[in-house]
């Protein structure tokens, strides 16, 4: 049974966190990031930076931990046993540092099918905001293998 295309019209709330100097320093470490804007407030400084650097993709780690994403797919009854991460990108309009205030704004934006209907795929993307203004758009892609519509 595949997903139901309802979700796209989904309208799901915004998250406002700030973003904190020792989460990105922990994320930094945790990925093997050595260059020291990301964890020395001096060296981000020296290069330009208001305050620690977040390195790319944490956002993505800091909107899932405070989203309600597998809750969604659970309303909607997918069996979560049978969901797979598909893919994730993300675009940067401005840098994000520590002290920031951002709000997370997802959304579903694209429902499709492949391998004959075995498979769906459902993709999310969260614009993140500064002030008002985009700074970050993360995308990720779900994949729903058939059959991971609960019963």
């Known amino acids: 049974m595949p997903l139901d295309a309802s979700i796209l019209q989904r309208t799901d709330t915004t998250v406002e966190v700030t973003v904190e100097r020792g989460r990105i320093q922990q994320f930094a470490k945790a990925i093997g990031e050595k260059d020291p804007v990301y964890s ?42 049978q969901v797979l991460h598909g893919e994730q990108s993300f675009r940067y309009f401005e840098p994000v540092h520590a002290g920031d205030t951002v709000v997370f704004a997802p959304s579903y934006v694209d429902l499709y099918s492949k391998a004959g209907g075995s498979l769906d795929f459902l993709v999310r993307r969260c614009e993140v905001l500064r002030d008002g203004s985009k700074v970050a758009e993360l995308e990720s892609t779900t994949v729903v293998k058939n059959g991971g519509i609960a019963s």
């Open 40 to 81: 020395d407030l001096d060296a981000a400084r020296a290069a330009g930076h208001p305050d620690l650097l977040a390195p790319p993709t944490f956002l993505f780690g800091l909107e899932l931990e405070r989203s309600d994403v597998f809750d969604v797919l659970g309303e909607y009854g997918v069996d979560l046993s």
